[in-house]
Every structure is written in structure tokens, then in C-alpha cells.
């Protein structure tokens, strides 16, 4: 079973940023384009971004594009959201998804998930 760990989520003022982060062994993560999603409560889990293994192809639902952006050091075996000029609608859960594929405007999710980490805007 790979382990896939989240971290970088908390409470911040409508205007910050946050950077979030997302972990996986290096053999693995560095073969996999890797997503990002969130849950608020009571909705459905949405895309948010996603990045190729070698980050040449990027994506961004519109909610976050000019405001988000995604990488990775596969090297390390990690990923980041950077997150800025955030509003209260941008509070979730935020999860991480790698191996998946982005194919069409539809990012087709793996079976390797993150726990989760809160992300919680503040007007």
C-alpha cells in the first residue's frame, strides 16, 4: 500500500496564501502525473489542479486559475499547491491524487489518495 501524506492546511484571512504539500515515496511519485482536489461540506470532491510527472502538462479548474499553481520535485517525492489571494470559498478539505490522468478537460482519478488536509478562509 502506498502512502500518500498531505500537509500545509490551516486557517488563514481572506487575502493569504498557503502552500500545501503532498508526499509519496520517490519510485513512486516521480512516475505519476499527480492531482489536487478538494471537498467542502456536503458537496462533491472537485479538481482543482494537476501536473504531469515530467510538469510539462499543467491544468486548473477556474475557480483557481491566476490564484494556484502546482509543482513538483520528484526528487524528493513531493508536491505543493501554492495557494494565494485566498477567499472563503476556497475552504476544504484538500486532497491529493497521484496516478491519475488528465484526458479532455476530465482528470481520471487513481486509487491513491491523500488523508486530507483542512484548509479554512476567514472573511
Known amino acids: 500500500q502506498v502512502q500518500v501524506v498531505e500537509s500545509g492546511g490551516g486557517l488563514v484571512q481572506s487575502g493569504g496564501s498557503l502552500r500545501l504539500s503532498c508526499t509519496a515515496p520517490v519510485s513512486f511519485f516521480s512516475d505519476y502525473t499527480m492531482g489536487w482536489f478538494r471537498q467542502g461540506p456536503g458537496k462533491q470532491r472537485d479538481f482543482v489542479a494537476s501536473i504531469t510527472r515530467s510538469g510539462t502538462d499543467i491544468n486548473y479548474s477556474e475557480s483557481v486559475k491566476g490564484r494556484f499553481t502546482i509543482s513538483r520535485d520528484n526528487a524528493t517525492g513531493t508536491g505543493y499547491l501554492q495557494m494565494n489571494n485566498l477567499k472563503p470559498e476556497d475552504t476544504s478539505v484538500y486532497y491529493c491524487?497521484?496516478?491519475?490522468?488528465?484526458?479532455?478537460?476530465?482528470?481520471?482519478?487513481?486509487?491513491?489518495w491523500g488523508q486530507g488536509t483542512q484548509v479554512t478562509v476567514s472573511s
Open positions: 491524487n497521484i496516478g491519475g490522468t488528465y484526458e479532455d478537460g476530465t482528470y481520471y482519478q487513481s486509487a491513491y
